[in-house]
C-alpha cells in the first residue's frame, strides 16, 4: 500500500468490542494477568507497553517502512533512548548543522553516558569519511537539517556508517515520512519529534524511534524507554495517531505554501539568502528531489540589516507568530540565535519560518510588510 493509505489505515482497525472506528483511549496503568504473570492479553504496566501506543506504533512502523517502532514522550525522550542504547566507551558522529537539544546532548551529557561526540558537516562526505572510526557506533544526520536546511545524501551516509560498522540514525522531524523514508535509503534508525508535524496541531508532545531492523539496538532501546520512564501519556498517543490520519494532506499544503514563500522571499531585495531545498538556488536542491517527495514547510531566511532587522521583522510580523517549534497549522517565526541558549550557532540575521495552512498569498502579503 501507498503511504496516503497507511497514514490512514495503519493501527485503525475498529475496536472489536464496539465497532468504534476512532480508536479506544485506554488509560489504564495496570492490566490483568494470571496468578504466574502470564500476561493474557499481552500487557503488564502502562510504561512497559499500553494497547493506544501499540496501535500508534504498528502505524509508526508502517509508515517509515520499518520493522518495529518506539513512541516515546518527547522528540528529545526519543534521542537520549536511542543514544544512551549505544555501547559505553564507542564514538557518535554528529552532524554540525544539529537541533539545539541533541547538540546539548551530546555536548554536555555524552561524556557522562562514557560516549565521545564529535561533529562534522555531513554535506561533506569526505569529511564524514575521516571522521568515523572503528569506535563509531552510531552516525547521526538530520536532512534537512535545523536551521540551515542543509540535505544530507542518506544512502551516501549509511554506507559510510556501515563501513564501520556503525549504524545511522536520521532525525527525520522536518520531512516526515510522508516526505521521505530514510529507512528505504538505508538508514538503521529514524527519529522524529512527533510534537511537530506528526502531531501537526500544535497540541501535544511525543518522540519516536523506528527500526529498520528488530535488533538488539531495538530491544536495548525498549528497555531503556521502561527503565528511564521515558514512556508517553496514553492521550498523547492517541492524538498523535490522529494527527497522523491527516499527515500526507497537511504536508501537501505546508510544501506548496513553503514554496511559494520561499520564492517570493528569493525576490525581495531585503533578503540576503533563503533557505529552502525546494529552491533551485540551494545546494542541496538536487540530492533533496532525489530522496524526497517533497520539500516541507520548513524555511530559513537571513535578512539585510543584521540582528536588529531580523527582530524588527519578526515582530513586524502579524499571520507569522513569535513562537518556537513547529510544524503546526498555524505560521511561526522564530529568532534562533535568541533562544539557542549563551552560544547561539544560527546567524543573527536569521529566521527560521513553519510556514502554516494558511493561504500563501496572506502570508506573502504578510511577509512583504514586515520587510518594507
Ligand atoms: C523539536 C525537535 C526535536 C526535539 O523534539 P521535542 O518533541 O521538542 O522533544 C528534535 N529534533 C528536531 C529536528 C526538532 O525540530
Redesign the pocket.
Known amino acids: 500500500m501507498r503511504l496516503e493509505t497507511l497514514a490512514v489505515h495503519s493501527g485503525a482497525q475498529a475496536d472489536e468490542e464496539t465497532g468504534a472506528l476512532s480508536p479506544p483511549l485506554h488509560l489504564a496503568t495496570t492490566f490483568l494477568h494470571a496468578p504466574d504473570g502470564t500476561q493474557d492479553h499481552g500487557y503488564l504496566y502502562q510504561r512497559y507497553g499500553n494497547p493506544t501506543q501499540h496501535r500508534l506504533e504498528q502505524a509508526l512502523a508502517a509508515l517509515d517502512a520499518g520493522e518495529r517502532a518506539l513512541f516515546v514522550s518527547?522528540?528529545?525522550?526519543?534521542?537520549s533512548t536511542m543514544l544512551q542504547a549505544l555501547p559505553s566507551g564507542s564514538q557518535v558522529v554528529f552532524q554540525d548543522d544539529l537541533?539545539h537539544?541533541?547538540r546539548a546532548l551530546a555536548q554536555q551529557w555524552l561524556p557522562r553516558w562514557g560516549l565521545r561526540a564529535r561533529f562534522v558537516d555531513a554535506t561533506d562526505l569526505d569529511a564524514l569519511r575521516e571522521a568515523v572510526t572503528p569506535d563509531t557506533s552510531c552516525l547521526w544526520i538530520?536532512s534537512p537539517?535545523?536551521p540551515l536546511m542543509k540535505v544530507v545524501d542518506i544512502a551516501a551516509a549509511a554506507g559510510v556508517a556501515h563501513e564501520v560498522g556503525a549504524l545511522l540514525v536520521v532525525?527525520g522531524?522536518?520531512a516526515t515520512p510522508a516526505l521521505q523514508q530514510p529507512l528505504t535509503l538505508g538508514a538503521d534508525v529514524v527519529?522524529?519529534?512527533?510534537?511537530?508535524y506528526m502531531g501537526g496541531h500544535s497540541d501535544v508532545?511525543?518522540?519516536a524511534l523506528v527500526f529498520a531492523r528488530d535488533a538488539e539496538h531495538a530491544n536495548s532501546a525498549w528497555e531503556i524507554r521502561k527503565l528511564h520512564g521515558a514512556t508517553a501519556n496514553p492521550f498523547a498517543a492517541w492524538l498523535v495517531m490522529r494527527g497522523l490520519r491527516s499527515l500526507s494532506a497537511r504536508m501537501r499544503m505546508h510544501c506548496e505554501n513553503a514554496a511559494i514563500v520561499a520564492q517570493a522571499l528569493a525576490r525581495h531585495p531585503g533578503v540576503e539568502a533563503v533557505h529552502y531545498p525546494g529552491l533551485d538556488s540551494h545546494p542541496g536542491h538536487t540530492l533533496a528531489a532525489r530522496q524526497m517527495r517533497g520539500f516541507g514547510g520548513m524555511l530559513s531566511v537571513q535578512v539585510h540589516g543584521g540582528r536588529e532587522k531580523a527582530l524588527h521583522v519578526a515582530g513586524t510580523l502579524q499571520l507569522f507568530q513569535c513562537a518556537t517549534?513547529?510544524?503546526g497549522c498555524e505560521s511561526l517565526v522564530e529568532h534562533r540565535a535568541s533562544v539557542e541558549g549563551p552560544e547561539p550557532t544560527s546567524p543573527q540575521n536569521l529566521l527560521r519560518l513553519s510556514v502554516g495552512l494558511e493561504h500563501p498569498e496572506d502570508l506573502v502579503a504578510d511577509l512583504e510588510r514586515a520587510l518594507a
Open positions: 518527547t522528540g528529545m525522550a526519543a534521542a537541533y537539544g541533541v538530520e537539517s535545523n532525525d522531524t522536518f527519529m522524529h519529534s512527533a510534537t511537530k508532545m511525543g518522540g517549534s513547529l510544524g
